[in-house]
């Protein structure tokens, strides 16, 4: 079992930044990837960004990149999602996943919100 606590969701202005982070606890030795999705109201999740073990990336939509950093500190089994330029289509809960052993049984996190205020 993976346990994820995410944190740094809030509310900001149009253009400004915020930090998520993801705190794994648990069998943490068997993390591959680590990532997050986002799910605004009325909207099916969406994948933002992840990260391998390896430290190799991988984003989403379009409308993220280059705004939006993924990075991971495995020594601390922490994830971050640092949002740069927000804009107020990026409200939304934010939700931290971990894929873990051979099978990448997949574990999410309880949800940060983020509010953009345009």
């Known amino acids: 079992q993976v346990q994820l606590v995410e944190s740094g969701g809030g509310l900001v202005q149009a253009g400004g930044s915020l930090r998520l982070s993801c705190a794994a606890s648990?069998?943490?030795?068997?993390?591959?990837?680590m990532g997050w999705f986002r799910q605004a109201p009325g909207k099916e999740r969406e994948f933002v960004a992840s990260?391998?073990?390896?430290?190799?990336?991988?984003y989403g939509s379009g409308s993220v990149k280059g705004r939006f950093t993924i990075s991971r500190n495995n020594a601390e089994n922490t994830v971050y999602l640092q949002m740069n330029s927000l804009k107020y289509e990026d409200t939304a809960v934010y939700y931290c996943?971990?894929?873990?052993?051979?099978?990448?049984?997949?574990?999410w996190g309880q949800g940060t919100q983020v509010t953009v205020s345009s």
């Open positions: 996943l971990a894929e873990v052993g051979s099978t990448r049984s997949t574990y």
């Open positions: 648990g069998r943490t030795f068997s993390i591959y990837t």
């Open positions: 990260i391998a073990w390896s430290g190799q990336t991988t």
